[in-house]
């Protein structure tokens, strides 16, 4: 990076936003991170290099607080790449009454929240004719799983919210860019009681998916081999997945809440 890029990152307490932070403040980016838990983002900070990056302590689901904070951000200049990495999973099943409030809450932060956050920073990426737009989806939003229902459909709504805002932006210097996560070794994949495939160390999933925002990447799946999946998954008939996928192992439920 010639200059020194403003970027804004949610879901930068842990996981994949964390990562990414490292990876452009090691760039010498001046980052705006975003997270409910300030311990977390001060641990994240404390390990950055470079200064000036400002930390937001909010709910991505509270929409004005959202705002609020990439207003403030862009007070102190213009920001190349908007990063909307905040997300939650959790076990879900329709016929059970009490997680109508998680499938909302996963629905509010995968989806909604992404949707909140890339609505401030358009005007005036519009106005210098560039920017990016980065939207984390999941090769989970490829095909619905068993016991997964709020969350491979936020995922799937992703892809195709932000396929929906590429069109829309085409021609304004303005880019959008979805990663799809495989399995990402994260405090989110940490207890899933089903063999992962492919799962990849978080620090490398950054550096990949960093430079497939730099090159403009319209649809990028990571690691490589779960991209292959993501190939072949739709073709696969219907009958065939939903015997195999019938037999998978699930995600618990959490009646109180997605963590």
């Avoid at 990663?179 to 994260?186: D, E, K, L, N, S």
Wanted: glycine share 10%; net charge positive.
């Amino acid at each position: 990076m010639t200059t020194r890029q403003r970027v804004f990152i949610t879901g930068a307490s842990s996981g994949i936003g964390a990562a990414l932070a490292r990876q452009y403040a090691s760039q010498g980016a001046m980052l705006g991170l975003v997270g409910r838990r300030q311990d977390a983002l001060q641990q994240v900070l404390a390990g950055l290099p470079g200064q000036g990056h400002q930390l937001y302590v909010l709910d991505v689901r509270d929409r004005d607080a959202l705002h609020s904070a990439a207003l403030d951000f862009l007070q102190t200049g213009p920001v190349d790449r908007v990063l909307a990495c905040a997300g939650i999973s959790a076990g879900t099943l329709t016929d059970e009454p009490e997680d109508f409030a998680v499938f909302q809450a996963i629905i509010d932060t995968n989806l909604l929240a992404m949707v909140a956050t890339f609505e401030p920073f358009l005007a005036s990426m519009r106005a210098r004719r560039q920017g990016v737009l980065v939207g984390i989806g999941s090769v989970a939003g490829v095909r619905g799983l068993p016991g997964a229902g709020a969350y491979s459909a936020s995922k799937a709504a992703v892809r195709a919210y932000c396929e929906s805002l590429r069109v829309e932006l085409y021609g304004s210097g303005v880019q959008v860019v979805t990663i799809a996560p495989g399995f990402i070794a994260t405090p989110m994949t940490a207890h899933n009681p089903y063999r992962m495939p492919f799962l990849m160390p978080v620090e490398r999933f950054a550096q990949q998916a960093m430079r497939a925002i730099e090159a403009r990447d319209r649809y990028r799946v990571l690691p490589w081999q779960m991209a292959w999946a993501g190939r072949l998954l739709p073709l696969v008939p219907g009958a065939v997945f939903d015997a195999v996928a019938a037999r998978r192992k699930r995600k618990p439920r959490m009646p109180s809440g997605p963590r």
